[in-house]
């Protein structure tokens, strides 16, 4: 028996009569599962919903397209012969549900796993959709699911205005400590976006909680999200996405392993140990990653080893990253410049970090970690007040 029930759970077995004879669109992926490991649209339909739609966030609904992959609709899901619709298509539109796509429904329910960082797209479709449902006069149902790496820590700052992005569309710090369902009273409450909505909360979750304390099953919500650990390390290290770095995609280690061709592992473990930073290790190694960047090349980099979960400080660690490679070997720091994710006028780290603050630092030999510290508190402090309006636990 699990400790945590999810706000499906919740719905299924305590308000079956809410979508009972409902003509409902479902917005899931494999993680939108409950504790006995069934998927929500079998459960959904078991419960007495009419499924009329299934839609797809990032990687799909099955989960097998890789990141910023453009996933194509299907024309019927093969065991419900019901259409798909994908919200990760070739274009910034696809992002959001069309008008004919929600048609005919009496409801939208969105079960989608999170992993607590504002970069992970999920918890944007959930908002884009809400947007199109209250246009749309659909009512919308968040079934709400623990933050993985928990409730309580913030990390990083605040996205100014014109660096939103599919990576960040309302101001969260990167590593946000809220659940989905209150991501969507956050966009409900604070950011003005009108729909009928309501949410399913969880029963028994605490703000504390870290995924392995609730009893339920980790499934991977991404291809590159294969362990909690992973989601640990991701507010932080998603940042070298951005740059010509592995970010250890096409290892079984993505985030927790990083490098380049070029790099001295040693050299580099050693500069990141300078930092001191808490509740880690960094273990220098070599890597070869099998597809995206340096694919069949030797990297050297670290792996970093967590140590203390409560103290680990995931963006810091990406910064302090981004911070000694430029000192160990800044040939190897080379800014992405190819769009990313929908956006081609704004330099990728500038979308992940939030304003050019941190590049224009890295690239004028002037990042001081204390000091881009010091103004990251100070954006988390103002944001804790409008954050505690929106808390559901």
Known sequence: MSRVQTGLQTLIHDFPEKIRGARIGVVCHPASVDAELRHALDLLQAAGASIAAIFGPEHGARGEAQDMEDVADLTLDPRLKVPVHSLYGATAESLKPRPEQLAGLDALVIDLQDVGARYYTFVWTMALCM?????????????????????????????????????????????HGLTPGEIARYVYQQQGVRCELEILPMRGWRRDMYFAETGLPWIYPSPNMPTVDTALVYPGMCLVEAT??????????????????GIDPEELAVELARHELPGCRFRPLYFRPKFQKHADTTCGGVQIHLTDRD???????????????????????????????????????????????????????????????????????????????????
């Open 131 to 175: 947007e199109a449902a209250g246009q749309a006069g659909v009512r919308v149902m968040v079934c709400d699911r623990p933050n993985p790496i928990n409730g309580v820590t913030m990390e990083g700052n605040l996205i100014k205005p014109g660096f939103e992005s599919f990576v960040g569309l309302y101001p969260v710090p990167n590593r």
């Open 244 to 261: 010509q770095l592995s970010e250890g995609r096409g290892t079984c280690r993505p985030f927790e392993v990083a490098g380049a061709p």
């Open 311 to 393: 103290s680990f400080d995931s963006y810091a660690v990406g910064v302090a990253f981004l911070q000694s490679v430029k000192r160990v070997a800044p040939e190897a720091l080379i800014w992405r410049v190819k769009p990313y994710e929908f956006v081609a006028d704004i330099p990728a780290i500038d979308l992940l970090a939030g304003d050019d603050g941190l590049r224009l630092a890295l690239d004028g030999g002037r990042a001081d970690l204390a000091d881009l510290a010091a103004k990251w508190r100070q954006e988390r402090a103002a944001f804790a007040e409008i954050r505690r309006e929106c808390l559901l636990y």
